[in-house]
C-alpha cells in the first residue's frame, strides 16, 4: 500500500538507531507462518500498538496500530528482499536524530501521516 522511514521514539528505541523502515499492507494479505509471539504496547493518546515478534530472536516483524487494525506495519529489515521496500514518505520526521537525517525528496511529516 505504502511504506516509510519512522522516525518516532518507539521506532529509535526499537531499533537502537534513529528510524525504522516499513511496507505497510492490509492484514488481510499478510500471511505469517510459524510461532510469533506479541506485545500490546500503549501510546501516548491511549491507543495501542501490536508488536508482533519472533520469540526466538526477538527480532519485530510487524506492527498493528490500534487505530488501524486492517494495516500491518512489517519491517523492512525483517523481509528476504528488504532492497524491494522503496520508503516514500518520513514519519515523525521532527524527532530525526542529528546524526540519521531524513531521507531528502520524499513527504515529510513531522508526525503521523495523514497521507502518504
Known amino acids: 500500500m505504502f511504506s516509510g522511514n519512522c ?15 516499513f511496507a505497510a499492507v492490509p492484514t488481510s494479505a499478510l500471511e505469517v507462518t510459524g510461532t510469533v509471539a506479541e506485545y500490546i504496547k500503549p ?24 487505530a488501524q487494525p486492517d494495516l500491518a506495519l512489517i519491517r523492512a529489515g525483517t523481509l528476504d528482499s528488504p532492497g ?21 525528496g520524499l513527504a515529510r511529516f513531522p508526525g503521523m501521516a495523514t497521507t502518504a
Open 7 to 21: 522516525y518516532c521514539q518507539d521506532c529509535q528505541r526499537e531499533s537502537g538507531s534513529g528510524h525504522v523502515t
Open 84 to 104: 524491494l521496500v522503496t520508503p516514500q514518505a518520513n514519519l515523525f520526521a521532527g524527532n530525526a536524530m542529528s546524526w540519521d537525517v531524513p531521507v531528502s
Open 43 to 66: 501510546v501516548k493518546d491511549g491507543r495501542t500498538v501490536r508488536q508482533v515478534f519472533c520469540p526466538k530472536c526477538a527480532s519485530t516483524l510487524f506492527g498493528c496500530m490500534s
